[in-house]
Nanobody, 120 residues
Framework: QVQLVESGGGLVQTGGSLRLSCAASGSFRGENTVAWYRQAPGKQRDLVASITNTGTTNYADSVKGRFTISRDNAKNTVYLQMNSLKPEDTSVYYC??????????????WGQGTQVTVSS
């Protein structure tokens, strides 16, 4: 089964930058979408950004212009470059892979999460 390993979280000041990484145990093959979600205490888990196998990207309005999602298929890794960070970006960030396994079914996988804290 696919394993997702996240890294890159940490503590940063307002206006700073971080790059999150999501590495898969196997190749990103076929039709798939990789997304970053975030969940703060007491809040729902919200979609931050997503990228398809064809390179199509989508972003939450709250991060447009500040965050960039990208993928390196040769390294089996998806990145989330986060710039101009704000305290409201503080959250646990999770990587999610939706992988089409047949014409009838798509399987989903989650990473363990990585903490991002933005200080005022």
């Amino acid at each position: 089964q696919v394993q997702l390993v996240e890294s890159g979280g940490g503590l940063v000041q307002t206006g700073g930058s971080l790059r999150l990484s999501c590495a898969a145990s196997g190749s990103f093959r076929g039709e798939n979408t990789v997304a970053w979600y975030r969940q703060a205490p007491g809040k729902q888990r919200d979609l931050v950004a997503s990228i398809t196998n064809t390179g199509t990207t989508n972003y939450a309005d709250s991060v447009k212009g500040r965050f960039t999602i990208s993928r390196d298929n040769a390294k089996n890794t998806v990145y989330l470059q986060m710039n101009s960070l704000k305290p409201e970006d503080t959250s646990v960030y999770y990587c999610n892979l939706q992988l089409r396994v047949s014409i009838f079914q798509t399987n989903g996988y989650w990473g363990q999460g990585t903490q991002v804290t933005v200080s005022s």
